[in-house]
T-cell receptor
Framework: GAVVSQHPSWVICKSGTSVKIECRSL??????MFWYRQFPKQSLMLMAT?????????EQGVEKDKFLINHASLTLSTLTVTSAHPEDSSFYIC?????????????FGAGTRLSVL | AQTVTQSQPEMSVQEAETVTLSCTYD???????LFWYKQPPSRQMILVIR??????QNATENRFSVNFQKAAKSFSLKISDSQLGDTAMYFC????????????FGQGTRLTINP
């Protein structure tokens, strides 16, 4: 299957700093990438959808100035948590898909655990 | 808008037994896709099986099969000959082929396979 790499797997930062998370599709060109947030023992909550070369579409209630998403190429999307605070501590997961034969299948990265002190 | 409901928060079975996880959904779309994803303790989301709504035949992948009841909007997952490695959170999800093709997830079912 298609491989999606997410980095870092775990990051600890001080309150007020910014953190960047990378999501790469290693063996395919991702027309669309998705960013999710998952709280402990809960389901995945979609934060935003991004298409290469265009602005991300954020879900209702997600602060776009807080969670900056860049999808500059067909293999890389980044999520930057700006001025992180303890309430931003969570598990962030990216996924990627491509049109045509993929038929809506999303391939997921391994996730990033963010801990804000 | 699509909604997905998993009514079983937790399930537990013995190794080699068969287990069925329930999922119901609601959608106004005429065509859509349904998925089961597995999230083991590593937290890596893994696609287990996929069903296209316009296909009447139930999807199967080795020990995993689905019972797709379109009229009832039900999409259950059956795991045969369960193995210890099947222990994981299982999420049912739906998406539309139109637009952004976003996935809508259910709440998840925590499945434990006991030796």
């Amino acid at each position: 299957g298609a491989v999606v790499s997410q980095h870092p797997s775990w990051v600890i930062c001080k309150s007020g700093t910014s953190v960047k998370i990378e999501c790469r599709s290693l063996d395919f060109q991702a027309t669309t990438m998705f960013w999710y947030r998952q709280f402990p023992k809960q389901s995945l909550m979609l934060m935003a959808t991004s298409n290469e070369g265009s602005k991300a579409t954020y879900e209702q209630g997600v602060e776009k100035d807080k969670f900056l998403i860049n999808h500059a190429s067909l293999t890389l999307s980044t999520l930057t948590v700006t001025s992180a605070h303890p309430e931003d501590s969570s598990f962030y997961i990216c996924s990627a898909s491509w049109a045509s034969t993929a038929k809506n299948i999303q391939y997921f990265g391994a996730g990033t655990r963010l801990s804000v002190l | 808008a699509q909604t997905v409901t998993q009514s079983q928060p937790e399930m537990s079975v013995q190794e080699a037994e068969t287990v069925t996880l329930s999922c119901t959904y609601d959608t106004s779309e005429s065509n859509y896709y349904l998925f089961w994803y597995k999230q083991p303790p590593s937290r890596q989301m893994i696609l287990v099986i996929r069903q296209e709504a316009y296909k009447q035949q139930n999807a199967t992948e080795n020990r995993f099969s689905v019972n797709f009841q379109k009229a009832a909007k039900s999409f259950s997952l059956k795991i045969s000959d369960s193995q210890l490695g099947d222990t994981a959170m299982y999420f049912c999800a739906a998406s539309s082929p139109q637009g952004a093709q976003k996935l809508v997830f259910g709440q998840g079912t925590r499945l434990t396979i006991n030796p």
